[in-house]
C-alpha cells in the first residue's frame, strides 16, 4: 500500500480499520484509523505507529516511500497501543532511530514493551528539534488522556500532529474533512470528545492555552484518528468546539436514559419527556436495550438535565442502567441537574444508587421517584409534577 501525500514532504503512512465495531466499549459502527506521519526532511521522522494488527499495512505504505534504514526519529505521542501497537516492528527495522517521547512516554513503552536496545531522545513541554528544513516543537498534554499523552508541531508547514486530540472514530475513504461532510465529522469528532476526554475537560483547556502561549499557528490538524481538519474555517471550528466543551458549559438540554422490563420504567420515561417537550426543553430519550452507552454520552455535552431510569431486577439495578452509570460515571460529566427514577415489586431502594453517583459527580438534584409495578395516573401526575419541580431548580 502506498503513502499519501498531506503536505508537501509529509505522507500519511496510517491504516484503515474498516472493520472496526468497538474500541474499548466505544461503539465505532464506521471503524476507525489510525493515522502516522512520515516527515522527509535530513532526518526523516515518523510520527506514531498503528494498531499491532494493522502494522503491515502502515509498514508498507511507509516503505513505499523510503527504506527504513533511513529514518532517524521515531515520535511517540502517545503509547496506547493503538498509536504503539508495532512500534517494536518499526524499531526492529529501524534499530538507528532515536525515539522521541516525554519521561512518561518512556516509562509507558518500557512497561509495554522489551525497549532493550532503543535509544531515546526525551523532551520536555516546548522543546524543539530541527530536523532539516523543519523544526518539530512538542506540547505535552498530560492527562488528555494518559500521562504520556503529546503533541507535535511541525513549525514550518503550520501542522499540528494532535495525537487522539481533535480525532474521529470515522473511516471512510479519504483523508480530509472537506472530502466528507463536515456535519457528519463534527459529530463523529463530538462522540469522540464524550466518550473519550470528556473526564479531562481541565487538561483540555489547558492544552488550549498552552498553544495560545506558545502562538502555535495552526493551518491544519492531523489527528491519529478519522480525518484531518485544513484551512482556517476548519481549525478553527473544531478548536472552537473542544474550548466549549472542555469548558463544562452545557445547552441547557435534557437527557432522558432508561431501561424497562414492562414498560413502568418506560412510561415514567414518556411522562419525563412530555414535562421538558411542554417547557420548550429540547430533549432526547434513549432506552439501552436499543442504544449503545457510546451513542448516548454526546447528548450529555449539551444537556443540563439529566434523568435516569431503572426496572429494578433481584433488587439490583438492571444490568444495562448498572452498565450505563458506571460508565458514565468514569466520564465525569459536570454541572448536571438530576433526577433517578425507576419501578420495583417488593423491594424500593435500588435507585438510591443512581443517586449516590449524582452525590458523587457532584450534581445538583432532588430525591428520586420509585413506583411499585405499573404506575396509575394518579402516580404519573405525580412524577409529572416532580420533573416539573426539577425544571425549577
Ligand atoms: Fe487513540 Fe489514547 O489512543
Redesign the pocket.
Known sequence: MKAIEVKKGVYWVGAKDWNLKE?HGYATPQGST?NAYLLMDEKITLVDGVKHYMSEENLSRIKSVVDFSKISYVVVN?V????SGNIPEIMKLAPQAKVVTNTAGKQALEAHFDTTGWQFELIKSGDTLSIGSRTLAFMTTPML??PD?MMTYVKEDKLLLS??GF?QHYCIDALFVKDAKFDVVMEHAKSYYAN?LFPFGAQAEKALKTAGDLGLDIEMIAP??GLIWSGAEEVNAIIGNYGKWASGANEGKAVIVYDTMWGATAALADVAMGVFQAAGIPVTKHCLSVKNVSDIMPDFLDAKYVLIGNPTLNNQLFPRVAGFVTYMKGLAPKNKTALAFGSYGWRPGVVNQIQQVFDDLGWQSIPPFEEKYTPKSDVLEKFKEKVEELIKL
Not at 80 to 83: A, F, P
Open positions: 474500541f489510525y502517545h496506547e497501543m493503538d498509536h488522556h494518559w499523552s495525537n487522539d480525532g473519550i491519529s484518528h
